[in-house]
């Protein structure tokens, strides 16, 4: 056969691990493996989310196409940390333990740049469990289903194993009939296979609990039409056997005859003979529905946290839990929310049937009533509570059942998920496990969004704090500024630009001489706010004073000094323009303190530095700034920007290499500042495939 690889590398990123189990799906799925696709998903998802939560690099997923099946591994880029073994108990990151118990084989690979995490799947899964202690996790309410001894064929109840095994018990006891019995998760003794003459009982009449004795001490028993289960089966006559394991009843089997007294005490021994035989078929069945489910849980528990994680926007994680929920775990789902009242209500509403969902939502908002905030259980009163009117315009909907459960994250109760059923269909104890476990992932999730959509909020007052409120006119001089963070607002960036009047600003005495400054902290948040603020308000203060542009950076440097281990080393372009005489332009005398030199364009389309490079700020004690002078004419233009322009990067390219930024500007000529400004920003954000990480500045000056 031939040997077949296929490869794709992933950032570390939350929705990488989604793009990984894609990967791999598509891999298998053109290997014709697809009976293996499941596993391999799974598995790939756990490893993944690992690679990502403990590595935090970027990873590397191959699969190859062995003989016996296929061979799938998992590469970070973090050789020298240690493989994590979570807890039974953490939300992610569960690699090893699942990779355990999915994979016919594994292990770890290191070199000295990377560490992998290998797995093999045969070409056939593996129906039932490798290791006998393997744990039972919480399932649906579908019934056992058996399996047959041979083959390792897997039909469901009703099918070959049990048509077999109630024919040879009729056969060999000479009944009228047989039939298996089996137990669901509420006990009650539903039909499983017959033949001859069975009379089912009607549903709910026949529990493990109601049986007698015998059954209940796991024994074969004989019996008149006086048993319980002969009542139930119709019969005069009955020899019946459990289906006996250690974790309990799965059900029963059992020969009936319409005619009295016709079994008798050695007919009863070899039912239960052949009881014992059919309680391990069932058991394999039952251990391989377990496997099943676990898989499936496990599968929608990772798709679902891959997708909560995905969104900070608290409203869209409210609809996305509403529609994990509809149709897999109830008919319809509700989220409700606190407000800073207290007042509990229904945030998102959502039903299997979108004709229904306005009912259900006005439902619900007019019903008097709040879920449970403090534990999970059913909720069944809210109808009750909603006028009349509102009920008769829900109809069938005011009868459904409803389950609550809280939604709480870091000790806060933030409301509930609210899931219901039509009144005839019960909640699967599987469903509400599922629910459960949801709950807690969607709190933290919404617990997020609003933290994030908090952090957000403030972080864009304090940014707007640190710009100035407008941009002054200035006669005989067009200004234009662009102010674009890097990221999603979630930081403070740390470039900042300003332009105001300076010197006497009295009413009856109009500005004369403007300021402007440019500059760039070290790094972004709260440190590097505190000296963007420091220095915006430093710079108008000293200028209200009428300080020189040298000394007001000598200043500026000291006070930065001061801050001690807070300090940011600071880059800034600080000028002063004044206005020509006859309207003939500007002057401006200006420090570039480690700054990107300003950038000055002649009418004629040349491009030239208007400054020299001086020290930066927040470095050197004693430092002596001169000053710059030049002189703008109509039609000359002032670029001033920050590293963000310059080190824009596309590849190992950056903007600024090769005066890359100067043949840029060349390239404005006779536009104006707001023109220039516009063309300089379209060019940063077009020059490389992805989003710029760093924040960008930058302002025009243009004499008109």
Same mark, same amino acid.
């Given at each position: 056969?031939?040997?077949?690889?296929?490869?794709?590398?992933?950032?570390?990123?939350?929705?990488?691990?989604?793009?990984?189990?894609?990967?791999?799906?598509?891999?298998?799925?053109?290997?014709?493996? =697809?009976?293996?696709?499941?596993?391999?998903?799974?598995?790939?998802?756990?490893?993944?989310?690992?690679?990502?939560?403990?590595?935090?690099?970027?990873?590397?997923? $191959?699969?190859?196409?062995?003989?016996? #099946?296929?061979?799938?591994?998992?590469? !970070?880029?973090?050789?020298?940390?240690?493989?994590?073994?979570?807890?039974?108990?953490?939300?992610?990151?569960?690699?090893?333990?699942?990779?355990?118990?999915?994979?016919?084989?594994?292990?770890?690979?290191? /070199?000295?740049?990377?560490?992998?995490?290998?797995?093999?799947?045969?070409?056939?899964?593996?129906?039932?469990?490798?290791?006998? =202690?393997?744990?039972?996790?919480?399932?649906?309410?579908?019934?056992?289903?058996?399996?047959?001894?041979?083959?390792?064929?897997?039909?469901?109840?009703?099918?070959?194993?049990?048509?077999?095994?109630?024919?040879?018990?009729?056969?060999?006891?000479?009944?009228?009939?047989?039939?298996?019995?089996?137990?669901?998760?509420?006990?009650?003794?539903?039909?499983?296979?017959?033949?001859?003459?069975?009379?089912?009982?009607?549903?709910?009449?026949?529990?493990?609990?109601?049986?007698?004795?015998?059954?209940?001490?796991?024994?074969?028993?004989?019996?008149?039409?006086?048993?319980?289960?002969?009542?139930?089966?119709?019969?005069?006559?009955?020899?019946?056997?459990?289906?006996?394991?250690?974790?309990?009843?799965?059900?029963?089997?059992?020969?009936?005859?319409?005619?009295? #007294?016709?079994?008798?005490?050695?007919?009863?021994?070899?039912?239960?003979?052949?009881?014992?035989?059919?309680?391990?078929?069932?058991?394999?069945?039952?251990?391989?529905?377990?496997?099943?489910?676990?898989?499936?849980?496990?599968?929608?528990?990772?798709?679902?946290?891959?997708?909560?994680? #995905?969104?900070? !926007?608290?409203?869209?994680?409210?609809?996305?839990?509403?529609?994990?929920?509809?149709?897999?775990?109830?008919?319809?789902?509700?989220?409700?929310?606190?407000?800073?009242?207290?007042?509990?209500?229904?945030?998102?509403?959502?039903?299997?049937?979108?004709?229904?969902?306005?009912?259900?939502?006005?439902?619900?908002?007019?019903?008097?009533?709040?879920?449970?905030?403090?534990?999970?259980?059913?909720? /069944?009163?809210?109808?009750?509570?909603?006028?009349?009117?509102?009920?008769?315009?829900?109809?069938?909907?005011?009868?459904?059942?409803?389950?609550?459960?809280?939604?709480?994250?870091?000790?806060?109760?933030?409301?509930?998920?609210?899931?219901?059923?039509?009144?005839?269909?019960?909640?699967?104890?599987?469903?509400?496990?599922?629910?459960?476990?949801?709950?807690?992932?969607?709190?933290?999730?919404?617990?997020?969004?609003?933290?994030?959509?908090?952090?957000?909020?403030?972080?864009?007052?304090?940014?707007?704090?640190?710009?100035?409120?407008?941009?002054?006119?200035?006669?005989?001089?067009?200004?234009?500024?662009?102010?674009?963070?890097?990221?999603?607002?979630? =930081?403070?960036?740390?470039?900042?630009?300003?332009?105001?009047?300076?010197?006497?600003?009295?009413?009856?005495?109009?500005? $004369?001489?403007?300021?402007?400054?440019?500059?760039?902290?070290?790094?972004?948040?709260?440190?590097?706010?505190?000296?963007?603020?420091?220095?915006?308000?430093?710079?108008?203060?000293?200028?209200?004073?009428?300080?020189?542009?040298?000394?007001?950076?000598?200043?500026?440097?000291?006070?930065?000094?001061?801050?001690?281990?807070?300090?940011?080393?600071?880059?800034?372009?600080?000028?002063?323009?004044?206005?020509?005489?006859?309207?003939?332009?500007?002057?401006?005398?200006?420090?570039?303190? #480690?700054?990107?030199?300003?950038?000055?364009? !002649?009418?004629?389309?040349?491009?030239?530095?208007?400054?020299?490079?001086?020290?930066?700020?927040?470095?050197?004690?004693?430092?002596?700034?001169?000053?710059?002078?030049? =002189?703008?004419?109509?039609?000359?233009?002032?670029?001033?920007?920050?590293?963000?322009?310059?080190?824009?990067?596309?590849?190992?390219?950056?903007?600024?290499?090769?005066?890359?930024?100067?043949?840029?500007?060349?390239?404005?000529?006779?536009?104006?500042?707001?023109?220039?400004?516009?063309?300089?920003?379209?060019?940063?954000?077009?020059?490389?495939?992805?989003?710029?990480?760093?924040?960008?500045?930058?302002?025009?000056?243009?004499?008109?």
């Amino acid at each position: 056969m031939e040997r077949r690889t296929s490869s794709a590398t992933f950032p570390p990123e939350a929705t990488s691990v989604a793009a990984a189990r894609r990967f791999v799906r598509r891999t298998l799925s053109d290997w014709d493996m =697809e009976q293996v696709v499941d596993d391999a998903m799974l598995a790939t998802s756990e490893l993944a989310t690992n690679a990502v939560t403990y590595a935090g690099t970027s990873f590397e997923v $191959s699969c190859t196409l062995e003989e016996e #099946g296929v061979r799938i591994e998992v590469l !970070d880029r973090h050789p020298a940390r240690q493989i994590a073994m979570p807890s039974l108990e953490a939300t992610s990151g569960r690699g090893l333990p699942s990779i355990d118990r999915l994979a016919a084989s594994w292990g770890v690979t290191y /070199n000295g740049l990377t560490k992998g995490v290998w797995f093999r799947l045969p070409k056939t899964a593996d129906p039932t469990p490798r290791r006998s =202690e393997r744990p039972a996790p919480p399932t649906g309410d579908a019934a056992p289903a058996p399996v047959s001894g041979e083959g390792g064929t897997r039909p469901r109840t009703g099918e070959t194993s049990l048509d077999s095994a109630v024919a040879t018990v009729r056969d060999m006891l000479d009944a009228d009939g047989a039939a298996v019995l089996l137990a669901d998760r509420e006990g009650e003794l539903v039909p499983g296979a017959s033949t001859g003459a069975v009379s089912w009982p009607p549903p709910g009449r026949l529990t493990v609990a109601g049986l007698g004795p015998h059954a209940r001490a796991g024994l074969p028993w004989t019996a008149d039409a006086s048993d319980p289960l002969a009542a139930a089966l119709g019969a005069a006559s009955l020899a019946a056997a459990p289906l006996q394991t250690q974790s309990g009843l799965l059900g029963v089997v059992a020969a009936v005859s319409a005619a009295p #007294g016709r079994f008798d005490e050695a007919a009863g021994r070899r039912l239960g003979r052949i009881a014992d035989e059919l309680t391990l078929v069932l058991e394999r069945a039952r251990l391989g529905e377990l496997e099943r489910s676990w898989r499936g849980w496990l599968s929608f528990v990772a798709e679902a946290s891959d997708l909560l994680a #995905g969104t900070l !926007d608290s409203e869209r994680t409210m609809a996305l839990v509403t529609q994990l929920v509809v149709p897999r775990l109830a008919t319809w789902c509700a989220v409700y929310t606190v407000d800073e009242g207290g007042i509990v209500r229904p945030a998102y509403v959502w039903h299997a049937d979108e004709t229904r969902v306005d009912a259900l939502r006005e439902l619900l908002e007019a019903a008097d009533a709040a879920p449970p905030l403090d534990s999970s259980g059913p909720w /069944n009163g809210y109808a009750a509570a909603a006028p009349d009117a509102a009920r008769a315009a829900a109809g069938s909907l005011a009868g459904d059942q409803a389950y609550a459960f809280p939604l709480v994250a870091r000790r806060r109760r933030m409301g509930a998920m609210v899931i219901g059923r039509p009144a005839g269909e019960r909640f699967p104890q599987g469903a509400l496990d599922l629910a459960e476990e949801l709950s807690r992932r969607a709190a933290l999730a919404i617990d997020n969004a609003r933290l994030y959509t908090a952090q957000t909020a403030m972080s864009s007052a304090l940014q707007r704090s640190l710009l100035p409120p407008g941009i002054p006119d200035i006669p005989g001089l067009e200004v234009a500024v662009v102010y674009q963070p890097a990221g999603e607002g979630s =930081e403070v960036g740390g470039d900042f630009y300003d332009v105001f009047a300076c010197g006497d600003l009295s009413e009856s005495a109009p500005a $004369s001489r403007w300021r402007f400054a440019i500059g760039d902290v070290c790094g972004t948040g709260p440190e590097a706010a505190a000296v963007t603020g420091l220095a915006r308000h430093a710079l108008r203060i000293l200028a209200a004073e009428d300080m020189p542009v040298p000394d007001v950076l000598a200043r500026l440097n000291r006070l930065i000094l001061a801050e001690g281990e807070r300090a940011r080393l600071l880059t800034l372009l600080h000028g002063e323009i004044t206005p020509l005489p006859g309207h003939a332009g500007v002057r401006i005398d200006l420090v570039s303190a #480690g700054h990107p030199p300003p950038l000055v364009l !002649d009418p004629g389309g040349t491009v030239r530095e208007g400054a020299g490079a001086q020290p930066l700020l927040g470095v050197f004690e004693d430092v002596d700034f001169t000053l710059d002078t030049l =002189e703008l004419r109509s039609g000359q233009v002032m670029l001033c920007v920050t590293d963000g322009v310059t080190e824009r990067r596309a590849g190992d390219r950056l903007l600024g290499d090769g005066e890359g930024l100067e043949r840029l500007l060349a390239g404005c000529r006779g536009l104006s500042a707001g023109a220039v400004a516009a063309r300089i920003q379209r060019a940063v954000r077009d020059f490389g495939p992805e989003p710029s990480n760093d924040d960008v500045a930058l302002i025009v000056l243009r004499a008109s």
